[in-house]
T-cell receptor, first 113, second 116 residues
Framework: GNSVTQMEGPVTLSEEAFLTINCTYT??????LFWYVQYPGEGLQLLLK?????DKGSNKGFEATYRKETTSFHLEKGSVQVSDSAVYFC????????????FGTGTRLKVLA | DAGVIQSPRHEVTEMGQEVTLRCKPI?????LFWYRQTMMRGLELLIY????????DSGMPEDRFSAKMPNASFSTLKIQPSEPRDSAVYFC??????????????FGPGTRLTVL
């Protein structure tokens, strides 16, 4: 079946540090891949997405590349800020398009000033 | 745009009581979703409506849970009777489905439910 595996949190970084949050997936064919972010007290917001192999999604300084060969979609940011503190969810929708997101368990990021 | 609106934001109730959660989707969206988020199970889809019609309720955990969408601007999720294991954050999300494509889902802020 389809699944998403994220690295365990929490991840604690100092401001301006480099961020990587690992995400790998299991799915047949070519799913669409997403990163959602959840700020404290709020709902999930789409951060970026990629719909085909080798696509790079980017937004607000965050990037993730769809790697079919390693079934990965790792989230990176070159210099984190305190305001990036949140929970990050990796997700997929199976090939062919569907409303059913498969979410990872989420990774909490804490950035210290 | 106001975004997806949920009420109440927090609900504390006692076991056996009825709980009703409310959601107002983004105006113009034709798809609505209810999710439950817990530490143990993560984020789970409970039910999906399209054009006010329930399309997929396979995620509804048991008959104690019911959801309605009487019109395009309002939906409810009801738990009767509530149990402590229902304690979770419940999210409503909406999206615009166009020509068969499922577009980005916009989430509300959630309702944190505590059943004592």
């Amino acid at each position: 079946g389809n699944s998403v595996t994220q690295m365990e949190g929490p991840v604690t970084l100092s401001e301006e540090a480099f961020l990587t949050i690992n995400c790998t997936y299991t799915a047949t064919g070519y799913p669409s891949l997403f990163w959602y972010v959840q700020y404290p007290g709020e709902g999930l917001q789409l951060l970026l997405k990629a719909t085909k192999a080798d696509d790079k999604g980017s937004n607000k300084g965050f990037e993730a590349t769809y790697r079919k060969e390693t079934t990965s979609f790792h989230l990176e940011k070159g210099s984190v800020q305190v305001s990036d503190s949140a929970v990050y969810f990796c997700a997929l929708t199976p090939q062919g398009g569907t409303y059913k997101y498969i979410f990872g368990t989420g990774t909490r990021l804490k950035v210290l000033a | 745009d106001a975004g997806v609106i949920q009420s109440p934001r927090h609900e504390v109730t006692e076991m056996g009581q009825e709980v009703t959660l409310r959601c107002k989707p983004i105006s113009g969206h034709n798809s609505l979703f209810w999710y439950r988020q817990t530490m143990m199970r993560g984020l789970e889809l409970l039910i999906y409506f399209n054009n006010n019609v329930p399309i997929d309720d396979s995620g509804m955990p048991e008959d104690r849970f019911s959801a309605k969408m009487p019109n395009a601007s309002f939906s409810t999720l009801k738990i009767q009777p509530s149990e402590p294991r229902d304690s979770a954050v419940y999210f409503c999300a909406s999206s615009l489905r166009t020509s068969g494509a499922y577009n980005e889902q916009f989430f509300g802020p959630g309702t944190r439910l505590t059943v004592l």
